[in-house]
């Protein structure tokens, strides 16, 4: 494989690549359009096809919903309601092999507890639907020690369910049923995914701006005219295959194309609140149905997950906000079930992030598409695939449909997708990692608990973690203000991870924007300076860096003061953006 880095430097690489498809016959396999997770594994499944591959961002790697999701990789318990009974063995099938083969360092089992308030008929009920997702679980065993991947469900009595969750009130339920899913950090998935694609050959470029769709004299897509918004140069790139994986944007880069067809998507908006893990008793997640949506308190690190919302979002794309009401009927939610009532003091951070509401059918114009019951793969033009739906756990099927639709089904067959079998970096090697974690935390200080959350991070990687604590001893300390990272993460995250930029190193490297107060404002000084060490920023430009963290922070908690969406949006979008994207020309138009 390629080097496993992803830096300045190889970005940079990557516009180049980019200009140079322009020159005859050096047009790409395939461009993939969206950085989020389809597109990270569509870059991922192309790559280890052989196929030459670039995959391109408007913003940081995951930085739209793909990194604000509810951290779960799960079956879909829900579809089993609508005896969808093959939609459900596809997730777990792809939940076990993440959890087994592909990303067993990123990916962990965790219980969920589902109460239950009616001792008889909801028990032989919910005990049947729960009994049929670990049977359809247990055939999709892959893995090479042919055992499950997570225990099978149990059934709790009263006092079995007060032991196991002492937070939850003692009228809230009459017992419950434990079953297994599993958790992941989106956003870092997201890059690991990023970083094996790039190790296996395609070329990655976060922060570049698709600005039109091109066409040849045919009206086939073969291209793309794009923007490097770090350095504004404007340029033609050539692709024998144009992939539009953009989720929640996927109408508007469509229309970057000049046509009509094409599928169609609506965002849904959902929040989550983050609350000190001591704040509630437990030891397990909870699932909860409420009158609106499904509700999830996730047991988290040190704190808890509690969400989500599910509601119409008609603003901005770029920023959705937590409203007021969305905290409140999140806390409202929570407190129904639990001992001890939480409060807006209670809670750390929030976040907001839109799900791509695939509608039926498929726009006026568009010639074929491949529909599953949570996406779709389709070809408004030729030469262009646009992939929308699904969800993040089935993110390497929706790749494989993707390219494969792409690519053609005779060039498929004969070249098949294998991602499969391929293990995301730091999944080889991590029982040995695991074995010698002792040793780590006797030579650096570092505790159980941070040998944990760098294992979980990244998995036999954290070899490179200490090389850098060997080469610098202060990389191996705490940040001061905020412990859970150490100071040689924010350096690694942009020699290997690809960070550009303050904000890339607060929300989506790390997580501190809401596992800390006022989002980790009090980390932000020493976490600019490593950067700016790293980056080669100047005072000048680490001072505009941490200037806009800070405005973005406080729009983010006036807008966490606001009633509806729109007064939200507002004073959200009053906080610029470290790194504006651009107004296509056809949008300038039809103005």
Same mark, same amino acid.
Request: hydrophobic share 45%; charged share 20%; net charge negative.
């Given at each position: 494989?390629?080097?496993?880095?992803?830096t300045r430097?190889?970005r940079?690489?990557?516009?180049?690549?980019?200009v140079?498809?322009?020159?005859?016959?050096?047009?790409?396999?395939v461009?993939?359009?969206?950085?989020g997770?389809?597109?990270a594994?569509i870059?991922? @499944?192309?790559?280890?096809?052989?196929?030459d591959?670039v995959?391109v961002?408007?913003?940081?790697?995951?930085a739209?919903?793909?990194?604000?999701a509810?951290?779960?990789?799960h079956?879909g318990?829900?579809?089993l309601?609508?005896?969808?009974?093959?939609?459900?063995?596809?997730?777990?099938t792809e939940?076990?092999?993440?959890?087994n083969n592909?990303?067993?360092?990123l990916?962990r089992?965790?219980?969920?507890?589902?109460?239950?308030r009616?001792?008889?008929?909801?028990?032989?009920?919910?005990?049947a639907g729960i009994a049929l997702?670990?049977?359809?679980?247990s055939?999709?065993?892959?893995?090479?020690?042919?055992?499950?991947?997570?225990?099978?469900?149990?059934?709790?009595?009263?006092?079995q369910?007060a032991?196991?969750?002492?937070?939850?009130?003692?009228?809230?339920?009459?017992g419950?049923?434990?079953?297994w899913?599993?958790?992941? @950090? @989106?956003?870092r998935?997201?890059?690991?995914?990023?970083?094996?694609?790039?190790?296996?050959g395609?070329?990655a470029?976060?922060?570049?701006?698709?600005?039109?769709?091109?066409?040849?004299?045919?009206?086939?897509?073969?291209?793309?005219?794009?923007?490097?918004?770090?350095?504004g140069?404007?340029f033609?790139?050539r692709?024998?295959?144009?992939?539009?994986?953009t989720?929640?944007?996927?109408?508007?880069?469509?229309?970057?194309?000049?046509?009509?067809g094409?599928?169609?998507?609506?965002a849904?908006?959902g929040?989550h609140i983050v609350?000190?893990r001591?704040?509630i008793?437990?030891e397990?997640?909870?699932?909860l149905?409420?009158?609106?949506?499904?509700?999830?308190v996730?047991?988290?690190?040190?704190y808890?997950?509690?969400?989500?919302?599910?509601t119409?979002?008609?603003?901005n794309?770029l920023?959705p906000?937590?409203?007021?009401?969305?905290?409140?009927?999140v806390i409202?939610?929570?407190?129904a079930?639990l001992a001890?009532?939480i409060?807006?003091?209670?809670?750390?951070?929030?976040?907001?992030?839109?799900?791509p509401?695939?509608?039926?059918?498929?726009?006026?114009?568009?010639?074929?598409a491949?529909?599953?019951r949570?996406?779709?793969v389709?070809?408004?033009i030729?030469?262009?695939?646009v992939i929308?739906?699904?969800k993040f756990?089935?993110?390497r099927?929706?790749?494989?449909?993707?390219?494969?639709?792409?690519?053609?089904?005779d060039?498929?067959?004969a070249n098949?997708?294998?991602?499969?079998?391929?293990?995301?970096?730091g999944a080889?090697?991590?029982?040995?990692?695991r074995?010698?974690?002792?040793g780590?935390?006797?030579t650096?200080?570092?505790s159980?608990?941070?040998?944990d959350?760098?294992?979980h991070?990244y998995?036999?990687?954290?070899?490179e973690?200490?090389a850098?604590?060997?080469a610098?001893?202060?990389?191996g300390?705490?940040?001061?203000?905020a412990?859970?990272?150490?100071?040689?993460?924010?350096?690694?995250?942009?020699?290997?991870?690809?960070?550009?930029?303050?904000?890339?190193?607060?929300t989506?490297?790390?997580?501190?924007?809401y596992?800390y107060?006022n989002?980790?404002?009090?980390?932000?000084?020493?976490?600019a300076e490593?950067?700016?060490?790293?980056l080669g920023?100047?005072?000048?430009?680490?001072a505009?860096?941490?200037?806009?963290?800070?405005?973005?922070?406080?729009?983010?908690?006036?807008?966490a003061?606001?009633?509806d969406?729109?007064?939200?949006s507002?004073v959200?979008?009053a906080a610029?953006?470290?790194?504006?994207?651009?107004?296509?020309?056809?949008?300038?138009?039809?103005?």
């Amino acid at each position: 494989m390629a080097d496993q880095s992803l830096t300045r430097e190889t970005r940079d690489s990557a516009i180049q690549r980019l200009v140079d498809s322009a020159q005859p016959g050096r047009e790409l396999d395939v461009l993939v359009i969206g950085g989020g997770i389809t597109g990270a594994g569509i870059a991922l @499944d192309a790559a280890t096809r052989g196929l030459d591959t670039v995959v391109v961002e408007a913003q940081d790697w995951a930085a739209g919903s793909s990194s604000r999701a509810s951290k779960l990789i799960h079956g879909g318990l829900r579809y089993l309601q609508m005896l969808d009974f093959k939609l459900v063995h596809e997730a777990l099938t792809e939940r076990d092999l993440l959890l087994n083969n592909v990303a067993p360092h990123l990916v962990r089992p965790l219980p969920f507890l589902y109460p239950l308030r009616h001792h008889v008929w909801e028990r032989a009920f919910v005990g049947a639907g729960i009994a049929l997702y670990d049977f359809l679980a247990s055939v999709t065993v892959k893995n090479s020690r042919g055992k499950r991947s997570v225990p099978w469900h149990r059934h709790l009595s009263r006092k079995q369910l007060a032991a196991r969750f002492p937070g939850l009130a003692h009228d809230a339920a009459v017992g419950a049923i434990e079953y297994w899913d599993a958790n992941v @950090d @989106d956003a870092r998935y997201v890059v690991s995914v990023i970083r094996t694609a790039s190790a296996h050959g395609a070329a990655a470029a976060s922060r570049t701006q698709v600005i039109e769709i091109t066409h040849n004299d045919e009206g086939a897509v073969n291209g793309a005219v794009m923007v490097d918004l770090e350095t504004g140069k404007t340029f033609p790139v050539r692709a024998k295959a144009v992939i539009n994986s953009t989720g929640v944007w996927t109408g508007e880069t469509q229309e970057l194309a000049h046509e009509s067809g094409g599928l169609k998507v609506l965002a849904s908006k959902g929040i989550h609140i983050v609350v000190p893990r001591e704040r509630i008793k437990g030891e397990a997640g909870l699932i909860l149905q409420t009158s609106k949506s499904v509700l999830f308190v996730i047991p988290w690190s040190r704190y808890w997950v509690i969400g989500t919302t599910d509601t119409p979002w008609k603003e901005n794309l770029l920023n959705p906000a937590a409203t007021a009401d969305d905290i409140d009927y999140v806390i409202a939610e929570a407190n129904a079930v639990l001992a001890h009532p939480i409060d807006r003091t209670d809670v750390i951070g929030t976040w907001a992030g839109l799900r791509p509401l695939l509608q039926p059918g498929t726009m006026e114009g568009t010639n074929s598409a491949k529909v599953s019951r949570e996406h779709t793969v389709a070809s408004p033009i030729p030469g262009l695939t646009v992939i929308a739906g699904g969800k993040f756990t089935t993110y390497r099927v929706m790749a494989k449909d993707a390219v494969d639709f792409a690519i053609g089904k005779d060039a498929a067959k004969a070249n098949p997708s294998t991602t499969a079998r391929v293990a995301l970096l730091g999944a080889d090697g991590l029982e040995e990692a695991r074995a010698s974690a002792a040793g780590l935390g006797a030579t650096y200080g570092w505790s159980d608990q941070m040998i944990d959350h760098l294992l979980h991070r990244y998995g036999a990687n954290i070899s490179e973690i200490a090389a850098m604590a060997d080469a610098d001893a202060t990389m191996g300390k705490p940040l001061t203000h905020a412990s859970a990272y150490l100071r040689a993460e924010i350096a690694y995250a942009i020699t290997h991870e690809g960070a550009l930029h303050l904000e890339d190193l607060m929300t989506r490297r790390t997580r501190m924007n809401y596992e800390y107060l006022n989002e980790g404002m009090a980390a932000v000084p020493e976490v600019a300076e490593i950067a700016a060490s790293l980056l080669g920023w100047d005072e000048q430009t680490t001072a505009h860096e941490v200037a806009v963290y800070h405005q973005m922070a406080d729009a983010v908690a006036a807008a966490a003061l606001t009633r509806d969406d729109e007064a939200a949006s507002t004073v959200r979008e009053a906080a610029p953006q470290i790194v504006p994207l651009v107004t296509p020309p056809a949008a300038l138009e039809s103005k």
